[in-house]
């Protein structure tokens, strides 16, 4: 995948606002909540769009929607973060595809979006297929750090490298355990004051 890149106008006042859907209704907001406060003090503004429902197209269209939309500049930046569980490849395909053709980042994570939230505490200790035991675990290791910090911006470094050193950097999405997260949390941190 292709590193979008961005630089501020120079003598803009409006912070830039980097666009996400989700396919998470619980999960993804409350940590994207956390992002939001973090990085709303450093000059960057993060907004989650509503979609129709979970799936990966409807969350692309979601975010076409709002790229299209009076609401968004030229400056701003376009995500979609998904889950690979269960889509079919041709499904994910379609949709990589439509995103680099748009000028959206994808952050795909494999198997679900609580791999990303493992990696800020640890590394994998085994391949999850499913996302049940990962979000027992994870679950288990917010508890024990906070149970109300579902960000963990301490551990956000961490699981930047980690994710880093997982992804196979082919070009497509993640077939292996992993998440391309990490290159959301760069672009917001490239926008930070």
């Known amino acids: 995948m292709s590193r979008m890149s961005f630089k501020r106008n120079a003598g803009s006042s409006k912070p830039n606002v980097v666009w996400l859907a989700c396919e998470g209704e ?3 907001p409350r940590y994207l909540d956390g992002v939001k406060y973090y990085y709303r003090t450093r000059g960057v503004n993060l907004e989650i769009v509503p979609r129709d429902n979970s799936s990966p ?7 076409l929607k709002t790229k299209k939309s009076r609401d968004s500049n030229s400056d701003d930046l376009f ?3 998904i889950d690979r569980d269960k889509w079919p490849n041709r499904t994910l395909s379609e949709v990589a595809r439509q995103c680099r053709s748009s000028g959206i980042g994808m952050a795909l994570s494999n198997p679900c979006f609580e ?3 493992l990696l800020h ?3 994998p200790q085994e391949e999850y297929i499913n996302c049940k035991p990962l979000k027992a675990l994870v679950n288990k290791l917010r508890v024990e750090k906070d149970k109300n910090d579902y960000t963990n911006i301490d551990g956000i ?3 930047i490298s980690r994710a880093r050193n997982l992804d196979p950097k082919n070009g ?3 077939n292996v355990n992993g998440s391309r997260m ?3 949390i760069e672009d917001i941190k490239s926008l930070a004051n």
Not at 57 to 63: C, D, N, R, S, T
């Open 182 to 184: 990490y290159l959301l």
């Open 115 to 117: 791999f990303w939230q």
């Open 57 to 63: 197209k409807a969350v692309l269209g979601a975010i």
């Open 79 to 81: 995500w979609i973060i």
């Open 172 to 174: 497509r999405w993640l």
């Open 26 to 28: 619980v999960v993804e």
């Open 157 to 159: 470094d961490q699981a």
């Open 121 to 123: 505490y640890q590394d």
